[in-house]
Every structure is written in C-alpha cells, then in structure tokens.
C-alpha cells in the first residue's frame, strides 16, 4: 500500500505563485511515475502534470505548459508542483497520483487510469 498527502493549496489571486507538495508513505519505492491532476467544480478530471521515477521525463498539459513545472525528490518521497502565473481557470481541487506498475518503470502516464494510488486532494483556489 501507498498512501500519499497534498499540501499546499490556498486561496491566492491572480499572477502568484503556489507549490504544491505530496508526500508518499508505505511501500513508495515502488512508486515509478507520479502525475497531478486537477478537478474544477462540475468538470471531468484532468490531467496537468507527470514525471518518471527518474525525473528524466516530464509531462504537462498544454493549459500549464510554461507555468508549472513538476519535480520530485526521490530521497523525500516527495513530488511537487511549482505553479506560477496562476489564473482563475487554475482553480480546482489538485491530486496527486502514484504508478506502482513496474512494466511502465520508465513512464509518465497521462491518463488517470494508469494510477494505482490517490491522494485526498488539496484545493486551490484563484480569485481574479
């Protein structure tokens, strides 16, 4: 089992800065790529952000291309979401998920159905 914890959400306005954090316990070394994801109220969740176990490969949708940048320290069991330029359309509750399927080692998947593990979710909120 993998259990994974957001943190970083607020409430900020517009053109500012957040990092978001998730931290992975239990088995995370078998944790290869880890993606964000976000979900606005009424929509479908979408895919922002992933990264490999290496951190060779990273992903972005073409909405937070050139904002955010995704990272993770593999020592801290930790991936973050740097995002910057925040706008209202960012608004949105933001997950992080874990791929534990060793046959995508190398991989950042984009599609939700790849992850295995979840976090709870951490809001975040872009007033204009």
């Known amino acids: 089992q993998v259990q994974l914890v957001e943190s970083g959400g607020g409430l900020v306005q517009a053109g500012v800065s957040l990092r978001l954090s998730c931290a992975a316990s239990?088995?995370?070394?078998?944790?290869?790529?880890m993606g964000w994801f976000r979900q606005a109220p009424g929509k479908e969740r979408e895919f922002v952000a992933a990264i490999s176990r290496s951190g060779g490969s990273t992903y972005y949708a073409e909405s937070v291309r050139g904002r955010f940048t995704i990272s993770r320290d593999n020592a801290k069991n930790t991936v973050y979401l740097q995002m910057n330029s925040l706008k209202p359309e960012d608004t949105a509750v933001y997950y992080c998920?874990?791929?534990?399927?060793?046959?995508?080692?190398?991989?950042?998947?984009?599609?939700?159905?790849?992850?295995?593990?979840w976090g709870q979710g951490t809001q975040v909120t872009v007033s204009s």
């Open positions: 998920a874990a791929d534990t399927n060793i046959g995508r080692i190398n991989a950042a998947p984009r599609t939700p159905a790849a992850y295995d593990y």
């Open positions: 239990g088995r995370s070394f078998s944790i290869y790529g």
